[in-house]
């Protein structure tokens, strides 16, 4: 299987879903990356935005992807872009990367950010196009800080795929803790405590030790 998982800001795709990408892996699966956003001057220091480089590069070399897709649109500032040519640019990503698989983060996070990228990534991907972009399944994730943030006006996260990652989650939180930058002290949501908890209560959705949980968004069979 080939695996694209599209993360607005790196980390996204750690938080949302780093156990079932490394579970990919292990099954012999291509997984590759695709980064929408980065970090700019003056609203990012130089030096934070080398020290996101240095992180977002440790933690390719820790999962290994088959390739990273750098988009490089800025973060916080899609709602000022054209959306055709983000549209255009993850066509574009899609083609490259031939997924039989898409992870997408969810349609009602708080960040403005994310739900751009998912009425995007949803518009490159319509149904009536899956012959020629061949994606056949579509799952969005979780982000904690971001899906548990959103108001009552915006659609809530109400998983229906539950993926068992007992065996992967302490290597999914030893590659966030490469994440200095954004990494929280606990009780914070995105503090490794609070992920691990987060798994456990998800697992026992399902009767596990520890799971990650998504939206079935599409499946063509």
């Not at 490794?192 to 949980?213: M, P």
Request: hydrophobic share 40%; net charge negative; proline share 6%.
């Amino acid at each position: 299987m080939r695996v694209l998982v599209i993360a607005p800001h790196p980390d996204d795709e750690t938080l949302g879903c780093g156990g079932s990408l490394l579970k990919h892996m292990a099954a012999g699966d291509s997984v590759s990356w695709a980064i929408v956003t980065r970090g700019h001057e003056p609203q990012w220091s130089k030096d934070l935005l080398e020290n996101k480089e240095n992180e977002i590069k440790a933690v390719h070399e820790a999962y290994q992807f088959e390739h990273i897709h750098r988009m490089n649109h800025p973060t916080t500032r899609l709602d000022s872009q054209p959306q055709d040519q983000l549209i255009a640019h993850f066509h574009q990503v899609i083609h490259e990367a031939k997924p039989d698989c898409i992870y997408l983060n969810h349609c009602g996070d708080v960040h403005t950010d994310h739900r751009i990228i998912f009425d995007c990534v949803m518009s490159a991907i319509k149904p009536f196009n899956s012959t020629s972009h061949g994606v056949k399944r579509i799952l969005s994730y979780e982000t904690p800080s971001s899906t548990d943030a959103a108001p009552v006006n915006l659609a809530a996260f109400r998983p229906n795929v539950f993926i068992d990652i007992t065996g992967f989650l302490e290597r999914k939180l030893e590659i966030m803790s490469l994440y200095e930058s954004e990494v929280q002290p606990y009780p914070l949501p995105r503090a490794l405590d609070s992920l691990k908890a987060l798994a456990r209560y998800r697992g026992a959705t399902i009767g596990v030790e520890y799971a990650e949980s998504f939206m079935l968004l599409r499946e063509v069979n």
